[in-house]
């Protein structure tokens, strides 16, 4: 599967999940895959890591945070407190 563009829309940004992995984050943060690999490797990673295995993982929460978007940040997760009052 051959990588979209670097960086990211809003609408990207809101339907992507809980975590994603660096390719990912690092795409949203307008890095490619081998520089993303080389900050995560360096200590560098703009964002914090969480590894998990073998693989990492950035929470959607921190990168929004990182990319300076805390106003969207707060709608995705208001978006989310009324999904789960919806369901209940």
Same mark, same amino acid.
């Given at each position: 599967?051959?990588?979209?563009p670097?960086?990211?829309t809003e609408?990207?940004? *809101? !339907?992507?999940?809980? !975590? *994603?992995?660096? @390719?990912t984050?690092? $795409?949203?943060? &307008? *890095? %490619? =895959?081998t520089k993303?690999h080389?900050?995560? $490797?360096s200590g560098d990673?703009?964002?914090? @890591?969480?590894?998990l &295995?073998h693989?990492? /993982?950035v929470?959607? @929460?921190?990168l929004? =945070?990182?990319? &300076?978007?805390?106003?969207?940040m707060? /709608?995705?997760? !208001? !978006?989310? *407190? =009324? %999904?789960?009052e919806?369901?209940?």
């Open positions: 599967m051959k990588a979209g670097i960086g990211m609408q990207e940004l *809101v !339907a992507l999940p809980l !975590a *994603v992995d660096i @390719v984050a690092g $795409r949203a943060l &307008g *890095v %490619g =895959r993303a080389e900050l995560v $490797r990673f703009p964002c914090q @890591v969480l590894p &295995g693989t990492y /993982r929470t959607k @929460v921190d929004l =945070r990182t990319l &300076g978007l805390e106003d969207l707060e /709608r995705v997760l !208001a !978006a989310a *407190v =009324r %999904g789960l919806i369901s209940h």
